[in-house]
């Protein structure tokens, strides 16, 4: 089977599962090098390649035309977050988003959550909240292709 016509089975098939639910966690570093491996290891074995025989991950990549999971999974993210922004203010998921808890939290550093991941994502592709409201603007800036 050609390569190409692997790529695009994985993005068809496989990569829908990997990033299943995703545009809703809280992914720490470890999560996103778990996922990167994973990825990783399938792409491997489609091209036929071990480790031993020392090919690079991009080759491995451009070879299969895919673009890295946790670049996929960023893009996801924001267009949840875009998706929930754009909603209406009664709306479950605009409330969940906006909900504050009283009391305080324990000794240590603070749990990551959604949010941090989403400003952090925000931050790396150079987009701001308020531009939220214009979809085909935040699907072009948020979006992340898969190389030609």
């Excluded at 299943?20 to 996103?32: I, L, P, V």
């Excluded at 299969?64 to 977050?81: F, H, I, N, Q």
């Excluded at 479950?92 to 749990?111: E, F, L, N, Q, Y």
């Amino acid at each position: 089977m050609p390569l190409k016509l692997k790529g695009k089975i994985y993005k068809s098939v496989i990569r829908p599962v990997l990033l299943y639910g995703s545009e809703c966690w809280a992914m720490k570093k470890t999560d996103e090098k778990r996922l990167h491996v994973a990825e990783m290891r399938m792409l491997r074995w489609m091209c036929g390649v071990t480790r031993m025989d020392k090919v690079r991950n991009e080759y491995i990549r451009g070879s299969l035309k895919v673009a890295p999971v946790t670049e996929k999974l960023k893009g996801k993210r924001l267009s949840w977050y875009g998706h929930v922004k754009r909603r209406d203010e009664t709306h479950v998921t605009k409330k969940a988003m906006s909900i504050h808890v009283d009391g305080w939290r324990g000794r240590g550093r603070p749990k990551k959550i959604w949010m941090d991941c989403v400003r952090r994502d925000m931050k790396e592709r150079g987009v701001s909240d308020s531009e939220t409201g214009d979809r085909r603007e935040w699907k072009k800036k948020t979006y992340c292709a898969d190389p030609k």
